[in-house]
C-alpha cells in the first residue's frame, strides 16, 4: 500500500495563503468591501487570525493581494486567448469575450468593491493603482499584438481595443442593476460584426491607394 506523501512545509503555506485569498474574494462578491473584515475572513478560509496574519498583516495587504491574484488569474487566461485569437474571422470578437469573461463576472466584481473603497482611502490607492495599471499594460500589448497578427495596423488595433474595453466597461456597472446581460452580449456581438466590416472596408481602401500609388501614370 502506497503511503500519502506528506506536504512541505511551503505547500502547506501556499495552500493556506490560497484559502485566505479565496476567502477574501467571495466575500468581496458576496457581501462588499464594507462587510469585509479580517475576523470574517479569517472564520470563511478556515485559518487562525495568526496563520493569516503572517501572510497578510492588514486587511489592505490582504484586499490588495486578492486583487492581484483575481487580475492574474484573467491575464493568464487573456494571453491564451490572444495567441489563439490571432487565425480567429473576427479577432475583436475574441478580444470582447476575454473582456466579457472580467467584467461581467466576478473579477470585476471583486475589484469594483476594492476601488469604489480607495477612492477615499490614499494609503489603499497607492497600493492599488499598479496592480490596475499593470494588468490594463499588459493587455492592452498583448492583444494590440494578437490583432497586428491578424493583420491590423497597429494604430487601428489600438483604437478597436480602447473602443470595445470601453464599451464592455460601461455595460458591466450597468449590469450591476439591471441585470440584463443576454442584451449586452447581443449589442456587443453587433458591435464586433460591424466593426469588422469597417475594418475590411478600411483595408480595402488602403490596399487600393496603395496599388493606385505604385502603378504608372
Known amino acids: 500500500m502506497t503511503q500519502k506523501q506528506r506536504r512541505t512545509q511551503a505547500e502547506r503555506s501556499a495552500q493556506t495563503r490560497e484559502k485566505i485569498l479565496k476567502a477574501t ?4 462578491v458576496e457581501q462588499g468591501m464594507p462587510r469585509l473584515t479580517t475576523a470574517l475572513v479569517d472564520q470563511r478560509a ?4 495568526g496563520a493569516r496574519v503572517h501572510h497578510f498583516p492588514s486587511k489592505i495587504d ?3 493581494a486578492a486583487t492581484e491574484q483575481a487580475y492574474a488569474s484573467a491575464a493568464e487566461i487573456g494571453r491564451k486567448r490572444a495567441l489563439s485569437a490571432r487565425s480567429a474571422v473576427n479577432p475583436l ?26 477612492r477615499t482611502d490614499v494609503a489603499l490607492m497607492d ?15 498583448t492583444w494590440t499584438e494578437s490583432l497586428v497578427a491578424a493583420g491590423y495596423p497597429q494604430d487601428i488595433a489600438e483604437e478597436e481595443l480602447s473602443l470595445t474595453l470601453n464599451l464592455i466597461r460601461g455595460m458591466a456597472m450597468n449590469k450591476i442593476w439591471q441585470h440584463d446581460a443576454a442584451t449586452y452580449i447581443a449589442a456587443i456581438d453587433k458591435w464586433c460584426e460591424e466593426r469588422l466590416g469597417l475594418f475590411r472596408l478600411l483595408a480595402s481602401s488602403r490596399a487600393a491607394e496603395t496599388i493606385s500609388r505604385v502603378q504608372p501614370q
Open 93 to 118: 470578437r475574441e478580444y470582447a469575450a476575454d473582456c466579457l469573461s472580467v467584467y461581467f463576472e466576478w473579477p470585476f466584481i471583486a475589484a469594483l468593491e476594492v476601488v469604489v473603497s480607495a
Open 25 to 28: 474574494i467571495d466575500i468581496l
Open 62 to 64: 490582504l484586499v490588495v
Open 46 to 49: 478556515g485559518v487562525s487570525s
Open 127 to 141: 497600493r492599488l493603482k499598479p496592480v490596475l495599471d499593470g494588468f490594463h499594460r499588459a493587455m492592452k500589448t
